[in-house]
């Protein structure tokens, strides 16, 4: 099975915010997230994948999901880069 770590944003017009997430979904995640399904924090914005990054290892993927949620600068690295492809 395919695991997926992902880093979402608001769509523009929101407040800026982003999320880091693991589903082995991303459209069924994604689609939860922008119908008030998701996350607590998630709730009441629309969002837009920014980055994602696929494991064969759940174990793999949950860990770099809580590596990229404590590492604040390799956040906004990836934003600027998502920012700089628009």
Known sequence: MVHYVYLIKTLKGYLD???VGYT???????NKHNSNKGAKSTKGYKWEIVYKKRFFSK???????YTLKKDRNERLKLLNDFKKKI
């Open 17 to 19: 915010k982003s999320y």
């Open 24 to 30: 082995n979904d991303l459209k069924k995640r994604l």
């Open 59 to 65: 174990k793999k993927a949950l860990s770099f999901e």
